[in-house]
């Protein structure tokens, strides 16, 4: 077999398609909490619906063989987990930022004790589209081979901004997260609206999760997110609650993720833990960067607890 | 258009706990005309017209309406006859443009928004009627009288014909609330709609209103024609029995105008707005001892950015304010050293903590000082209620109650306590904005006294506020603030209504 090397043009490369791939959990987790956001909620726990999702996901798709039945039952322990969520934020005096942080302990711990089973067997992944085919080169084909749930995100991105200015629920949702007080005015359950927003978020962030653990990495352990769909939740803020932004930010967040695994495929292994580190290097960076203390948040739906 | 409808009001009583809101009220509001709703701060305006839309259930008492009895059991009830009210508070969606807040006003939206044929309705809508606004800006970036006008717009579209207006003036530019009542007059004087507005300022009630009915404690104490009744009779109705303080005399100022006596200086004053863009562009200002400088304009124009810059509350981006010909950078130490105080507008908001106690609010400015404080760090809570309790009983301030968190009081008490911790003995600058915004007429009079008294005795006073009857009748001299700058100054005497709204139109 005779290999076409790439060289050092492999780092940027497979930063390109490292980018591809490690975005897809941090899209789906940032449309779903976006869509959270602008109705007006905050929902922290969507870091527990990722592992929730990435172990049932998983799971499914092991014991029934069919990865695509795992990705639905991957959203719908989302669903469950959002509209959790929804429900015990609709109760007088009730903190999102509180009830989120416990319901992401809870999903994760959850997804632990039941995803014990599943560590060890293989499960089937999902399929990938081969868009490297007129290439020779072994890496070439590898970086552009793309899962159609990153496909999904992508068609997902249009939908969301076109549904937030050209549908009735679209508006609603905004009009939730920006003024109660309007909302109710109109006629509309400011509950309703956004428990069914965190319900659509959840749905999302654990389509996100089956990602994980049947496409890549494509197994399931405990240590399998690591903190995306924490980042994730930060992503929203820096995109300005935009969706449009917000996958562009999943891009630069793939990219970053995939810098240390790239610099190794070529050989420099030194820092290796230090460039894996590079996401939350960046949260950091670009959060200082884009902040600013004179100014307020431009975009920010007015209901959130943290902008109020 | 459809036309205009009338209400009956019949016997009308509503009770909260032991307090009678609403004692047997009886009014008749005829159609296609603008009846006024006059009364001091809880005199049961608010809660008349909340009975009739239907926020509230009436204890007793009917609603007619076209000689029907209705019953209101929420406003959508209302709605659906076809009454709408113009909340004092905005309820227009901020991040969301004109057109936007116009089509999610409706009863029903469809599913898939159609924007062209929207935007063709609501145009065709917009040349009937004689408001300009600009359908595609965010409501946020509007100006307290566009988005008063939006208001309006929204009720009209929804085709509301019985329009009721809580305080419909109250954040608007003289300027602006003549053209809003002028529309709606002319609207009604055409049979389409009737105005029920509430209201305490009486200018606008003999300029705009046909009928008035006048509320106090509940009670319904007067009723008539505008056309009948001048000012005079419409203030004693209100007031009742009660006397205004007297007016104090402007007296010759105390110190002669030289540069000594200089309180505050600003000079080449420069700072941006919450998003980021410059709100004041290079202002200079003096303000002299025992003088009330009166900044006039439209709000927005960055009068709320000077007034943080001088309280502290934003950083300048350039230029340097004097107090008394020092340095000022509006720091703790150099407000109490320079004897610098500041009523700013919405005071709840800006200069109480909500949550604490009208004592402990009314000590912010001196807590960690002798005789409040035992060596700078120990409070003395006994010296604080003493205080605050001579306060409450000198500035009138209800409930008398020192424990009471400030939020729970009313807004004109607030105001009162927020000027009684500002008008120290010690002070030499007050900086004041819209100090009678939503006061009573007595409240509003105790005010104005208050300021006149402070000026006399010496102290300078930048008043900013876009009350321009307000500021004809306190200052001495007169600024007038469009778009950052300063672009017209005056002595009061040469002073010129027209000349003044036209500066503040930028022209």
Redesign the interface.
Known sequence: MEEVGLGWWGVPLAILAGAIRVSTPFLFVSLGECLTERSGRINLGLEGTLVMGAMSGYAVSYLTGSPWLGVVVAGFSGILFGALHGTICSLPKVNDIAVGIALMVLGTGIAFFLGKPFIQPKALHLPAIELGWWSASEQVRTALRINVLFLIGVVLVPALLWSF?????G??V??AG??A???L???YSVRLIRLVSTACGGFLAGVGGAFLSLYYPGSWNEGLSSGQGLMAVALVIFARWNPARCFYASLLFGGAGALGPALQSVGITASYYLFNAAPYVLTLAIMIFTS?P???L??A??ELSVTK | MSSAIGIDIVGMTKRFGPLVALDHVTLKVAPGRVHALLGENGAGKSTLVKCVIGYYQADQGDLFLAGQRRKMLS??DAHAVGIGMVYQ?F??????TVA?NL???R?S?????N?RREREKIDSFLQKTPFGVRLDDPVTDLAAGEKQKVEILKQLYLERRFLILDEPTSVLTPGEADEVLGILKDMATNGDITVLMITHKLREVSAFAERVAVLRSGRLVGEGDVSDLDVHDMASMMIGSRTLPTPVDREARAFPPTTSRQGLQIRGLSA?D???AKALREVDLTVQAGEIVGIAGVSGNGQRELVETLAGQR?ASGGKILVHGETYQATRREMAAKGVFCLPEEPLRNACVPAMSVAENLSLRAFDRRPLAWRQWWLRKGAIRQMARQQIARYNIKPPIPEMPIASLSGGNVQRAVLARELAPEVTLLVVANPCFGLDIVAVAEVRRALLEARNRGVSVLLVSEDLDEILELSDRVVVMFNGKLVYETPIEDADLAVIGRRMAGH
């Open positions: 200015k050209n549908t009735r629920w508006l609603v905004r009009m920006d003024s007080d309007a909302t005015a109109m006629g600013s004179h100014r307020t431009a975009g739906p007015s | 406003p959508r508070h309820t227009l969606v901020p991040n969301m936007e089509v999610m006003a009863a939206v469809p599913f898939k928004i924007w941006d919450d998003a980021g950083n």
